[in-house]
């Protein structure tokens, strides 16, 4: 059993800092990809960053030069530091992971359980 547990939403003003932390635990082989979506009321899930296991990164347009995403793959966690946030940031949260639970096993797509971000005066 492989679990994704996010952190570190809340609520913010316009222009200050969040940093969401995901932590997967359980049965894990290895880690391909990690990264974090949103998703805003009425809107679909979109994609903000991703991290390969190599340290390559790609980042939604909209949050270019203001999210950083890192890694640590020691401790299966990736972060999320989200500056100059702005009320389109607006929603909720989620963490993904490709992970291989055994050598032998392909690899699968697990999903956090979503942190609200709110950016709001």
């Known amino acids: 059993q492989v679990q994704l547990v996010e952190s570190g939403g809340g609520l913010v003003q316009p222009g200050g800092s969040l940093r969401l932390s995901c932590a997967a635990s359980?049965?894990?082989?290895?880690?391909?990809?990690m990264g974090w979506y949103r998703q805003a009321p009425g809107k679909q899930r979109e994609l903000v960053a991703t991290?390969?296991?190599?340290?390559?990164?790609d980042y939604a347009d909209s949050v270019k030069g203001r999210f950083t995403i890192s890694r640590n793959n020691a401790k299966n966690t990736v972060y999320l530091q989200m500056n100059s946030l702005k009320p389109e940031d607006t929603a909720v949260y989620y963490c993904?992971?490709?992970?291989?639970?055994?050598?032998?096993?392909?690899?699968?797509?697990?999903w956090g359980q979503g942190t609200q971000v709110t950016v709001s005066s």
């Open positions: 993904n992971a490709a992970i291989r639970t055994m050598v032998t096993m392909p690899q699968y797509s697990y």
């Open positions: 359980g049965s894990i082989f290895s880690i391909n990809a």
């Open positions: 991290s390969t296991s190599g340290g390559s990164t």
